[in-house]
């Protein structure tokens, strides 16, 4: 292989480091120590002073620029080397889900690398959301699962997979905090929660990045969308969030702050207008948060197209307006678009944008690529196709997926016990999403492939074996069919049946990027398919699989049971047949609080009281008000006539097989110091028959602030499996500083004062205790 010499000087730099530091090969995971973590940090600081001496102005340039095929406007794979060769790309995105050229990562590496003026490797990122080949449930789903280690080792099968083709950076993990599902994007996120989300976020970034970047099987993590994303307004997608400062710090920012702590090395730009300011031209959130606050050394991408996007905001008036802004906000690298190879140098002859700017925008991204070790590393993982058909897909990778999904599933309702299925009984599967392939995948699956999906109708029949019946009616092709013909054949199924199982929801396309809805109950005819199937007086039993909360109106009480599952992959189909049949309890969790009805949104578990809020006591339901009765007689509460005050079922909630009891709360005391901790733990039985997983929550109330407090606030959690009859003690240690919060002054606080403390199975019961910081 021919190389230019300068890209000898550095490897030769870094090759005498590997001598010296654990720079691993493949698996050979093993985490340097911290001495050697700041050595090999020091040693790749005057790597890059020695690169940024070397290059060009042109060169520098290029490092910023993350290319896919589209921003050379013809899918030109001459004009797209020769770019490579002349060093004037950074990176690429998405490169195998590109019409052109599946397979460019090694040959376009191979030019960047030899013949490139200083060698300097290209890092390939891409949306690798829920899995590469093999996936996994929706980002919504897996946060369901309230199991870090799960997370993290999704996270872990996604870039070994991954990396085998030559990504070595995902655009994941998605820790907007989201209060909307109308929202198509809910899917992609962890939940309206901070500290779920931090918790989690800090498990997806650790399963990619590994605890040693430099394996070739570790893929830098990026957190989007910096920041507010999730806040568009009416949940439509790229609208404007208007987020107050000390919300935004409250709320909307921990979680990116906890994945940036955790070693996180990248951050990408949000679409949307952050009160009133495009996020990609924000200086407050780039420069401001992100480096001065946070001491950030990783580097900031722009989201696709999101530079030009400033035009149509009516921030930008141009593109070279465009560009002066998003460089100056701090973004490192442009996405897609190429306003700063067009635009930097004038800017920069104008002074609009200096050198040193350009130095440390390349510096960051230059960081990241030598922490990746992508110069000893540059090319795909797999040499050869047999090779990577030994990665991806293989069966310890597909059993954890299934391990994964059967944690995600959230029951919902279990009336008479109709769930689990027994076996030897004739079981009815109808409904659009029992044998979808693709469906049941969810979205952002630009790797997943449905023709290895395994489905819930096959699952069931093999569960069964001989033992009982699976008969089989869809009664509708896909959710939105509003075609009745195939009622007929349902209902002959359902009337055989021993018990009806209704398998329905969304499909992938309706939720994810651009894919919002204002309605979000059952699409197509399925509420009046599950009406009809209800009339049977057949036990009926529903499994949803949706991006989303769904409104679920009349068919909640028709059914007798209902669990959630998302969508939860590529093993979506034995994972619930071992959930439906009792193999497993279900043990998922929301990660957000579901919806009466879309009307009722935003609703969030962690709102403020109100001056008068409701109780089921000063709350009348509008089909319980008399005629012409006096203004004030139904009462004047927080609520809404019709869908009252609550969620349908809170944040926290999920049943299993079982009942669990909570008892005897104990505080180690009563008074808490600003520095100081507490143990709060209270038993946990198993009163039910069968074994099954409960996950206890610590939830506080600051009970008077100088700003006014959420009425309750998640500060831990504990998957707990317990045997029937058994009892546990769970213990959490709460901090002082778990209470801070912002005040008006954007200042984090402790202010001494009364608190509430409750272990809880969800953020609406639970033990009750109290303590005073002082
Ligand atoms: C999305 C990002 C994604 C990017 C690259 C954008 O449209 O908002 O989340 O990472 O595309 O595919």
Known sequence: MKKHPLYVGVMAGLLSLATTLPLQAANESVAPTAVAQSQQQDAIESQIQQLLTQMSTQEKIG?????????????????????????RVGGFLNVNFSSVDQNAFEELQRIAVEESPLGVPLLFGQDVIHGYETIFPIPLGQAASWNPQLIKDGARVAAQEASADGIRWTFAPMIDISRDPRWGRIAETLGEDPYLTSTLGVAMVEGFQSDNLADPTSLAAC???????????????????????????????????????????????????????????????????????????????????????????????????????????????????????????????????????????????????????LWNHPYPRATSKAERD?????????????????????????????????????????GPLADAAHDQLGTWIYNGDKKYSHTLLPALRDMVG?????????????????????????????????????VGGEEAILSGEGHSRGDIRLPGAQAELVAELAKTGKPLAMVLMAGRPLQLDQTLEQ???????WHPGTMAGPALADVLYGETSPSGRLPLSWPVGAGQIPIYYNHLATGRPATDDNYTRIDKIGREVFQHQPGNSSNQLDYGHKPQFPFGYGLTYSTFEYSNLVLS??????????????????????????????????????????????????????????????????????????????????EPGEFRVWVAPDAESGLEGGFTLR
């Not at 059914?559 to 599952?565: E, G, I, P, Q, S």
């Open 63 to 87: 490092q910023l620029a993350l290319r896919d095929w589209g921003t050379f406007g013809a899918a030109d794979m001459k004009v797209i080397k020769q770019a490579v060769r002349e060093g």
């Open 223 to 373: 957190g989007k969308h910096f920041a507010g994303y999730g806040a568009a307004e009416g949940g439509r997608d790229y609208n404007s969030a208007y987020i107050p400062e000390r919300l935004l710090r409250d709320i909307y920012l921990p979680p990116f702050k906890a994945s940036i702590d955790a070693g996180m090395q990248s951050i990408m730009s949000t679409y949307s207008t952050l009160n009133d300011v495009p996020g990609t031209g924000s200086p407050f959130l780039f420069k401001q948060i992100l480096r001065d606050e946070w001491g950030f050394d990783g580097f900031v991408v722009s989201d696709w197209n999101a530079v030009m996007e400033m035009v149509p905001h009516g921030f930008a008036r141009d593109a070279k307006h465009a560009a002066t802004l998003a460089a100056n906000a701090g973004i490192d690298m442009e996405m897609h678009t190429d306003t700063y190879e067009k635009f930097l140098p004038q800017l920069m002859d104008e002074g609009k944008f200096s050198e040193a700017q350009l130095d440390t925008a390349v510096a960051n991204i230059l960081r990241v690529k030598l922490r990746l070790d």
């Open 390 to 430: 030994q990665i991806i897909r293989n069966d310890q990778f597909l059993n954890t997926a299934k391990a994964a999904a059967k944690e995600t599933f959230v029951l919902l309702k279990n009336d008479n016990q109709v769930l689990p299925l027994k076996k030897g009984q004739s079981v009815a599967v109808i």
């Open 466 to 502: 001989d033992d009982g019946e699976i008969l089989f009616a869809a009664g509708l092709d896909y959710s939105r069919d509003i075609s009745t013909r195939g009622f007929r054949a349902a209902l002959k199924a359902a009337k055989k049946a021993d018990v009806i199982l209704f």
């Open 559 to 565: 059914a007798d049971a209902v669990m959630m599952a």
């Open 669 to 750: 005391s009563r008074e808490l110091d600003g520095d100081g901790q507490l143990t709060i733990s209270a038993t946990l039985t198993n009163a039910g028959k069968v074994s099954a997983t409960e996950t206890a929550q610590l939830y506080v109330r600051d009970l008077v602030g100088s700003v006014s407090r959420p009425v309750r606030e998640l500060k831990g959690f504990e998957r707990i499996t317990l045997a029937p009859g058994e009892s546990r003690e769970v213990d959490f240690t709460l901090k002082a500083s778990q209470l801070a919060f912002h005040n008006a002054q954007m200042q984090p606080v402790i």
